[in-house]
């Protein structure tokens, strides 16, 4: 029979935010890799865990995975975990998970950083996108973020102490007049909750350990449907037609029919 491979958050911060099943399928475990053995140390020692670890980080995955799958289905229990939060969610594993059957993979729920910072930061939290670190190279960011520029959802970025000033100014070129925060050494000593403005950056702060990088998204839009029914009307649509078409093809837009029946009207009157 089969073993399981089990995906095992730890905790971002202090050592006590991880949930009861996480230890016990941590204790139970044949092998336990994880992104850096003397970092996991820390905490698996916390909890007694004496399980054997082998090391599973960005640099060996590719190499470790037929072993671990080996592993598996020769019947043992493996355990995965990142040196703080959820192995996947940039951090090694993606590949890992792909490669082996969904029925032999259990995934634990548990700690992220991402979901205390959106909270922290006091930003929409009904739509967000999680977008993890950007490019290191500024052409390479401020490319990536164009692409993000008119998302409306509240973006969440991850990002290392000595980039955060030059992501932080990438942002403000792109995106310019937005609220954000800076969210950083969640459930530590020195947690701490920066809210501010991209106009005015709060730069050369000397900014230690993990970080998040909320903004807010972009400002919907007006949904502007006249320049299509000005098409309809060079095509001899009849009004008739032309309310129903824009009816059927733009069902979640706020578009009075009303408004719309009297513009023909005025066009036709033009002509």
């Given at each position: 029979m089969a073993g399981k491979l089990y995906i095992v958050p730890t905790p971002v911060g202090n050592l006590k935010d991880v949930t009861f099943r996480a230890i016990e399928v941590l204790k139970n475990s044949d092998y336990i890799y994880c992104e850096d053995t003397r970092t996991s140390a820390v905490f698996l020692n916390f909890y007694e865990i004496s399980a054997p670890r082998r090391s599973f980080h960005k640099f060996n995955e590719n190499s470790k995975i037929d072993e671990i799958i080996s592993l598996v289905k020769d019947g043992k229990n493996v355990s995965v975990i990142s040196d703080a939060g959820t192995p996947g969610i940039s951090d090694p594993c993606g590949t890992l998970v792909r490669a082996l059957e969904p029925d032999l993979i259990t995934t634990l729920p548990g700690a992220t950083a991402f979901v205390p910072a959106i909270v922290n930061s006091g930003l929409p939290t009904d739509n967000f996108k999680f977008i993890g670190f950007l490019p290191p190279?500024?052409?390479?960011?401020?490319?990536?973020?164009?692409?993000?520029?008119?998302?409306?959802?509240?973006?969440?970025?991850?990002?290392?102490?000595?980039?955060?000033?030059?992501?932080?100014?990438?942002?403000?070129?792109?995106?310019?007049?937005?609220?954000?925060?800076?969210?950083?050494?969640?459930?530590?000593?020195?947690?701490?909750?920066?809210?501010?403005?991209?106009?005015?950056?709060?730069?050369?702060?000397?900014?230690?350990?993990?970080?998040?990088?909320?903004?807010?998204?972009?400002?919907?839009?007006?949904?502007?449907?006249?320049?299509?029914?000005?098409?309809l009307l060079n095509e001899n649509i009849s009004k008739r037609d032309i309310l129903n078409k824009i009816k059927a093809e733009f069902p979640n837009e706020n578009i009075k029919r009303n408004d719309i029946y009297k513009y023909i009207l005025e066009k036709n009157k033009v002509v």
């Open positions: 190279k500024k052409s390479d960011r401020q490319k990536a973020l164009r692409k993000l520029e008119a998302e409306e959802a509240t973006l969440i970025f991850y990002e290392s102490p000595h980039r955060i000033d030059e992501m932080l100014e990438s942002l403000q070129e792109i995106f310019g007049d937005r609220n954000a925060a800076i969210v950083r050494e969640i459930s530590k000593v020195h947690e701490e909750t920066i809210r501010f403005n991209l106009k005015d950056l709060p730069l050369n702060r000397e900014l230690k350990g993990e970080i998040v990088v909320v903004v807010k998204g972009a400002s919907p839009k007006e949904f502007d449907i006249y320049p299509y029914v000005d098409e």
